[in-house]
């Protein structure tokens, strides 16, 4: 049964605007990464999607997980289910650069350098890369830099603002409870309660919309 909010949304009538920020709903992770000397960051994002056994990043090339990602070229990407936000919030307004930018440090951004221990999260070894996962969070995506791409036409990662980094996913690791029985490589979407951000906040799914067409194909015939 359509909603009051949902007549509003779905009103025909269109106007022009100039949103500062385009976040219209996307999937939130924590990334770690490492830097030269081997030391863990983790840091929230929002900006991944998927292809086949990639991931495409968005990431500020001035944060210490784009410079790690630059030099060392390995992330996991750590997914948190919704009930997990509050370890999520915790990194909000941090950064593991030292010093911390002008324009961060007066939006109210702070260092820390223990980010395991800021949000309250264990570092779990990883199996194919140095960065570490994250004990609480249900799945884990290990992944190698298979390139960087300097966006906004920069010739390269110095020179950006922003990188979309592609990452070749080499392992993946779920939690039991999320496992279709009897198939151990699917995953079930009715029990995976992924946090998502939409303009700023934090959301979690709902019931699911209705039954998928695209849902007729066998998962496997993607492995190919
Ligand atoms: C929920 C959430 C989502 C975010 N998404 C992104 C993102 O997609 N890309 C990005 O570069 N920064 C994103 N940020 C901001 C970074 O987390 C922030 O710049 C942070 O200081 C980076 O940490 P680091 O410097 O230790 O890498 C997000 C922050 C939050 C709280």
Known sequence: MATAIDAHANSTRHTAVS?????????VSLLSTVDDEGHPNLAPNSSVWWLGQTAMLGVAARSQTGRNLVANGEAVINLPSVDRVDAVDRLALTTGRDPVSERKAAAGYRHVRDKFAAAG???????????????????HLEGRV???????????????????????????????????????????????????????????????????????????????
């Open 19 to 27: 949103p500062a920020i385009l976040y219209f709903g996307t999937q």
């Open 146 to 224: 298979v390139a960087i791409h300097p966006m906004g036409g920069a010739a390269t990662p110095e020179e950006a603002d922003t990188l979309a980094v592609e990452l070749g996913i080499t392992r993946v690791h779920v939690v039991e409870s999320l496992q279709v029985p009897g198939h151990p490589n699917r995953i079930d979407p009715e029990r995976w309660r992924p946090l998502m951000l939409s303009f700023q906040r934090f959301f979690g799914p709902g019931a699911e919309a209705m039954p998928s067409r695209l849902a007729s194909i066998d998962e496997e015939w993607y492995r190919g």
């Open 121 to 139: 999260l264990r570092p779990l070894p990883a199996e194919t890369v140095s960065p570490p996962r994250v004990a609480e969070f249900p799945v």
